[in-house]
T-cell receptor, first 113, second 115 residues
Framework: GNSVTQMEGPVTLSEEAFLTINCTYT??????LFWYVQYPGEGLQLLLKATKADDKGSNKGFEATYRKETTSFHLEKGSVQVSDSAVYFC????????????FGQGTRLTINP | ETGVTQTPRHLVMGMTNKKSLKCEQH?????MYWYKQSAKKPLELMFV???????ENNSVPSRFSPECPNSSHLFLHLHTLQPEDSALYLCASSQLRDQGSNEQFFGPGTRLTVL
């Protein structure tokens, strides 16, 4: 079946540090991959996505590359800010009309000034 | 503003109460979803509606009853809940298509507490 595994949190970094949150997936076929972010007290927001192998999604300084050979979609940012503190969710969805998003368990990120 | 609104934002109810959660999407999408988010657990998909027809029910107890009167509105009717049903209930919508990603847009959620 389809599944997503994220690195366990919580992750605590200092401002301007480099961030990596690992995400690997198991899926049949060719899924689309997503990173969603949830700020305190809010719902989920789409951060970035990639729909095919070697695609790079990017937004707000965050990047993730769809690696089919390693079935990974790791989230990176070169210099984090306090405002990046949130919970990050990796997710997959199958292309061609699939309705289901399969989420990882989420990684809580705290950035200290 | 994500285009998906949910009311109420917070709800406290007793186990014998009946209440409803409301979701409205202003994006012209044709699919809507209910998710449950509990502490320390992955998001759980509860129900999926496609063109107002329920296409998925992930073994959700009957004390949760969804209703989708049109493609813009989705309700979750609650009755005889248990304390373990306390969670954040998230609504989402998407535009289904044969090709391309299934990008879902989420509302802010309703924080439910069952006493």
């Amino acid at each position: 079946g389809n599944s997503v595994t994220q690195m366990e949190g919580p992750v605590t970094l200092s401002e301007e540090a480099f961030l990596t949150i690992n995400c690997t997936y198991t899926a049949t076929g060719y899924p689309s991959l997503f990173w969603y972010v949830q700020y305190p007290g809010e719902g989920l927001q789409l951060l970035l996505k990639a729909t095919k192998a070697d695609d790079k999604g990017s937004n707000k300084g965050f990047e993730a590359t769809y690696r089919k050979e390693t079935t990974s979609f790791h989230l990176e940012k070169g210099s984090v800010q306090v405002s990046d503190s949130a919970v990050y969710f990796c997710a997959l969805s199958r292309i061609q009309g699939a309705q289901k998003l399969v989420f990882g368990q989420g990684t809580r990120l705290t950035i200290n000034p | 503003e994500t285009g998906v609104t949910q009311t109420p934002r917070h709800l406290v109810m007793g186990m014998t109460n009946k209440k409803s959660l409301k979701c409205e999407q202003h994006l012209g999408h044709n699919a809507m979803y209910w998710y449950k988010q509990s502490a320390k657990k992955p998001l759980e998909l509860m129900f999926v509606y496609n063109f107002k027809e329920q296409t998925e029910n992930n073994s959700v107890p009957s004390r949760f009853s969804p209703e989708c009167p049109n493609s813009s509105h989705l309700f979750l009717h609650l009755h005889t809940l248990q304390p373990e049903d306390s969670a954040l209930y998230l609504c989402a919508s998407s535009q289904l298509r044969d090709q391309g990603s299934n990008e879902q847009f989420f509302g802010p959620g309703t924080r439910l507490t069952v006493l």
